[in-house]
Structures are given as structure tokens and as C-alpha cells.
């Protein structure tokens, strides 16, 4: 089969599309054949092998890539089930995590697989999983958003941030979208009631007070962010500003406890989905959103397999509208 390879970390030139032997499915396993599969700034940090104390506690490998084949959010069909999987069958159209996504074949379990609702095309399934889940969890369960409260998001655009603006408004939050001003229209039709064009504004000059602010860039120190929040607001922090490539988002993430520790405002971080942690749930309520109508994956770009470095090269550089998707025949 062909897959996107990666034998060393380093820039997206150190991909290589060959001919591997295909996978197959164990005990619990499930074999999907992939139409589409999502790039994610989680796949150029799996790349680039950064931070670097994700490898030492055995995320990523320590001096090569632990998953030879790039990649992890897919939609597809089932093209195989080992023993002991229940709820798939050969033929069923999936959406889920499916590490080494970037092939014609992945190899995953089956607790990290939902039904891929009719209403998506695999395209637009495979931007659902770590975008969809992570913006579900920034804006539901660590942000506790409620209706009528003002939700700030910060990256509007972005593969998170436009489906936390879905969610939030769904939810009944009076939600400011802040983004470039060529996703101003786009981030409206998603459910912000207002947008702050970044080029123009600082959102931070504490006119507008936010009960929940949920920022995916870290492009503003946590005192300017403290500033917009109401007495009792919550910053959800998803990763962003992170203080180098050695600790990467655990350095951002015990800097937002020592902080929170000490002021009245809640800062929380949130940890984005990836194929190793609890997810099933998640993606099932996340689907059963779309299903309803009430969350709409947005597709920026498309890419063939074979320019999978260009679609990494493009994610990188921070400025994707919406998901980044690599198509397969």
C-alpha cells in the first residue's frame, strides 16, 4: 500500500510516499481503508519530535518516530475486524483516530472509531476527530460554558477554534470570534455574534469583559489575557504559548498552575484529543452535533497523498483556515 513515511524526525522534507506492507488487524482491531485524513499541529510536533521531553516519557519515540507512517485523524470504511470487535462490520463508513492515518490503510481499535454521520462527506468526517473532540472539551467540560455567558476565541478560524464557536453558540453563549479579516464572514456564519479582526484590535485592552475565554494561539501574555475576564471568568489555554521545544505544552501548562494558584480567576489548560487518551464519548457527541445539524466541519485545503509535506508545511506556519485535509482515491 502507499503511505507518507517518516524514519527520522526533522522538517516535513523528511516525509517519503512508498510502498509499505499494509497492516493488519489483531485482536479488537480494526483495518480502515482511508478516503481522508486531517492534518493537525499535533502531526508536525510528532514530525519535528518536539518537545523534547515528549520523548523522554515515550510519547513520540526518543530518536525516531514511534509510528513509521505520519498521521492520525481519518474517515474511511472498515476494510477489516480482528476478533473480539462488536459494533463494526466490513463496509461501515467510520471517522475516528487511526494512528499512521496518512495511507491507504490504518490500523486501529475499536473504542477510537464512531459511524460517520451520512450528512459528511469523508472529507469533511476526517476534520471532526482531534479538532472537533479538543474544541468540545475547551468549551463543554473544562470551560463549563453556559448559556448567556460572553465566551471569547481566540484563533476563530482555526481547526479548534471554528468548532468551539459552533459549540459555544450552540450551547447559548453570546460568542466574539477573533481571527484574520478574511475569515470575519466565515466565523459569523458559525455563530459569533461579534469579531475582532486582530490586525485592527487588541482584545486584551479590557474593554469587553468574557466569562470564558478559550485561546489556541498563546500569542498574549496571561496578564493581558486575565484582564478581559469577568471576577469569576475562566481562561481555557489549549496548548498555546508554549516556552520552547524542550518542555513544549507541559512548561505552558505547570506556568498556568503556578499562576492559578495564586489569583481569583480560573486558568485551566486543556489537553488536546489525541489517539492515546479516552475518546469514544467524545466523538460520539461530537457526531450526534452534526447529526443534528448544530456543528458544520470547515475544509480549507485539500491535498493529493503525495503532497502530504506541503499540507504539514501549511499548517505550521499558523495560519489554516479551518481543517487541512489529505484526500485519497
Known amino acids: 500500500m ?4 517518516q524514519e527520522r524526525f526533522g522538517p516535513p522534507d523528511t516525509l517519503r510516499l512508498r510502498e509499505i506492507e499494509p497492516p493488519r488487524a489483531g485482536d479488537g482491531q480494526v483495518l480502515v481503508r482511508v478516503h481522508a485524513a486531517a492534518v493537525n499541529p499535533y502531526d508536525w510536533h510528532m514530525l519535528r519530535g518536539d518537545p523534547y521531553a515528549a520523548r523522554l516519557l515515550g510519547g513520540m519515540g526518543l530518536t525516531r518516530p ?12 472498515v476494510e477489516h475486524v ?3 470487535v462488536r459494533g463494526l462490520r466490513p463496509g461501515d463508513p467510520v471517522l475516528g483516530f487511526c494512528p ?38 475547551g468549551i463543554r ?41 478574511r475569515n470575519a464572514d466565515l466565523v459569523r456564519s458559525l455563530g459569533a455574534t461579534h469579531v475582532v479582526d486582530y490586525a485592527r484590535e487588541d482584545f486584551t485592552d479590557g474593554r469587553v469583559r468574557y ?27 489549549n496548548g498555546g504559548g508554549s516556552p520552547g521545544r524542550v518542555f513544549g505544552a507541559v512548561g505552558a501548562m505547570l506556568r498556568l498552575a503556578a499562576v492559578d494558584a495564586v489569583v481569583r480567576h480560573r486558568l485551566r489548560p486543556i489537553l488536546p484529543a489525541t489517539p492515546d487518551g479516552p475518546a469514544h464519548e467524545d466523538l460520539l457527541a461530537v457526531t450526534a452535533l452534526v447529526e443534528a445539524g448544530q456543528l458544520t466541519p470547515v475544509v480549507g485545503r485539500t491535498y493529493a497523498l503525495a503532497d502530504a509535506a506541503e499540507a504539514l508545511r501549511h499548517v505550521e506556519e499558523g495560519h489554516a483556515r479551518g481543517k487541512t485535509v489529505i484526500t485519497l482515491p
Not at 514511534?66 to 470504511?77: I, K, L, Q, S, T
Not at 460554558?145 to 447559548?172: D, K, T
Open 82 to 84: 480482528g476478533a473480539g
Open 66 to 77: 514511534r509510528c513509521r507512517v505520519a498521521g492520525v485523524d481519518a474517515a474511511g470504511v
Open 2 to 5: 502507499r503511505a507518507v513515511v
Open 100 to 137: 499512521g492515518a496518512f495511507a491507504e490503510l490504518a490500523r486501529t481499535t475499536e473504542h477510537l472509531l464512531v459511524p460517520k454521520p451520512d450528512a459528511l462527506t469523508f472529507e469533511q468526517a476526517a476534520a471532526v476527530p482531534m479538532g472537533a473532540v479538543t474544541a468540545l472539551r
Open 211 to 237: 466569562d470564558v475565554v478559550l485561546d489556541n494561539v498563546g500569542n498574549h501574555p496571561l496578564g493581558r489575557l486575565r484582564r478581559v475576564l469577568t471576577p469569576a471568568g475562566v481562561l481555557v489555554a
Open 141 to 181: 467540560t473544562v470551560g463549563r460554558v453556559r448559556s448567556g455567558q460572553r465566551v471569547l476565541v481566540n484563533g476563530a478560524g482555526g481547526g479548534v477554534g471554528a468548532f468551539a464557536v459552533q459549540i459555544a453558540a450552540v450551547l447559548g453563549a453570546e460568542v466574539t470570534g477573533v481571527c484574520s479579516a
